[in-house]
């Protein structure tokens, strides 16, 4: 049972570049949700989906996009990267409603924009 | 939003209990407290989840007062692999509260020898 897989593990952009993160589950969630990690700031939500079709921002939505076609995949897209972005990013998915479900998370893709 | 606060750092030795404790000051009454472990290179894993009083599972208890407005993670007899990062989310448990996921900054756990 693989969980949440995301691609790839890690990239170095140039800046202004458009980059996709991807992110793919086999637990059937219905919830799926996009963080990024920085040093002393914890996780932040980026953007999340509570259904496939539906996509929200959350608490720093700018300079990214998500979509969300079918239930497994969620990918994120920097449309033109800056530097501010460099950072770890975490997808994960729930079944249950947004805080009162177990989150479970991807291994992470560390994004490097010089 | 219910801001969470936790102290940056915490240091034990192996076979002790160690307490981390997260501020939520501003908890709203649909809001769940949840906590997860995270080693480094890995994503967060979930530990235990409350909403009032105490649950205890079988890696840890999560002590939450009346008020709610703090919560209080409880490992018992930590060992050197207990060493993580312990992060605290507050969050609404309906469908519109995926936007108000809030973590809080993490307690280092350091655990000697």
């Known amino acids: 049972i693989a969980g949440i897989t995301q691609a790839p593990t890690s990239q170095i952009l140039a800046a202004g570049r458009r980059m996709t993160l991807r992110c793919t589950q086999d637990m059937r969630h219905n919830a799926m949700y996009w963080y990024r990690q920085d040093l002393g700031l914890g996780l932040r939500l980026i953007h999340y989906?509570?259904?496939?079709?539906?996509?929200g921002k959350g608490e720093v939505p700018d300079g990214y996009s998500v979509s969300r076609a079918n239930t497994d995949d969620f990918p994120l897209t920097l449309a033109s990267a800056v530097p501010s972005q460099t950072s770890v990013y975490f997808c994960?998915?729930?079944?249950?409603?947004?805080?009162?479900?177990?989150?479970?998370f991807g291994p992470g893709t560390r994004l490097t924009v010089l | 939003l219910a801001k969470t606060t936790q102290p940056i750092s915490m240091d034990s030795y192996e076979g002790q209990e160690v307490n981390i404790t997260c501020s939520h000051n501003n908890i709203a009454t649909n809001d769940y407290i949840t906590w997860y472990q995270q080693f480094p290179s890995q994503g967060p894993r979930f530990i235990i989840q409350?909403?009032?009083t105490k649950v205890t599972n079988e890696v840890a208890s999560l002590f939450i007062p009346a008020d709610r407005k703090s919560s209080t993670l409880s490992l018992p007899r930590v060992s050197l692999s207990d060493t993580a990062v312990y992060y605290c989310?507050?969050?609404?448990?309906?469908?519109?509260?995926?936007?108000?996921?809030?973590f809080g900054a993490g307690t280092r756990l350091a655990v000697h020898p």
């Open positions: 409350g909403y009032k």
């Open positions: 994960a998915s729930s079944g249950g409603l947004a805080g009162a479900a177990e989150q479970f």
């Open positions: 989906s509570n259904t496939a079709g539906t996509t």
């Open positions: 989310l507050v969050g609404a448990g309906f469908s519109g509260g995926y936007n108000k996921l809030i």
